[in-house]
């Protein structure tokens, strides 16, 4: 699967728009870790915690969004964006999202 921010492929021609194709991930941190993350953003500098987290769910979304694509039909998913919002205390969803569509070698 192509996965590109790009609303092309070089080399490759679009034959086909199949949609909207979407993967979120919605998490928490741990208290404990909280707790040490509130205390490192007193301080400044990253939090670790909340950027392995993070990570976790950029990952999880990105699997369910090609996921999804595959469902549809897919072989290549363009103009990838993320977006996350915070739900709650410590809790934020993480959306990834693009459009699938169908390719094919743009010499033949």
Do not use: W
Not at 26 to 35: E, L
Not at 85 to 101: N, P, R, S
């Amino acid at each position: 699967m192509i996965v590109t921010t790009t609303d092309t492929i070089p080399g490759r021609r679009i034959d086909r728009l199949l949609g909207l194709c979407k993967g979120c991930s919605v998490r928490g941190t741990h208290v404990a870790g909280d707790i040490v993350a509130h205390m490192k953003n007193k301080l400044g500098g990253e939090i670790h915690e909340y950027t392995q987290v993070f990570a976790a769910a950029r990952e999880q979304a990105l699997d369910r969004m090609i996921e999804d694509a595959r469902e549809l039909g897919a072989d290549a998913i363009l103009g990838v964006h993320f977006c996350s919002t915070e739900i709650g205390d410590g809790v934020a969803e993480l959306m990834c999202y693009g459009t699938a569509v169908l390719t094919s070698d743009a010499g033949g």
